[in-house]
C-alpha cells in the first residue's frame, strides 16, 4: 500500500475500505473462476494477499483515526 498523508481524513480511509472490499470480493469470485477452469490461481492469490494486507493496513488506520477522535 502507498504511504497516506497523514491528514487523510477518517472519511477518506472508509471509502478506501470499502473499494478495497470490493476489489477483494472480486478476486475471490475470480481466483473461484479459475480454480473451476483447472487453471493456475498462484498469481491471483498473491494479488488477493496484497489486497488483504492493504485492508488490514486501512483497517488500523481507521482504529487509530477513530481513537484520536475520542481521546485526543
Known sequence: MAE???????DVI????????TR???????IEMQ???GQDTTEAEQ??????DTLAAL???RA???AMQTDP
Open 64 to 66: 487509530y483515526l477513530r
Open 24 to 30: 477483494r470480493a472480486e478476486q475471490v469470485l475470480l
Open 14 to 21: 472508509e471509502q478506501l475500505i470499502d473499494e478495497g472490499e
Open 47 to 52: 494479488v488477493l494477499q496484497e489486497i488483504e
Open 59 to 61: 483497517h488500523c488506520r
Open 4 to 10: 497516506l498523508p497523514e491528514d487523510t481524513t477518517l
Open 35 to 37: 480454480d473451476r477452469r
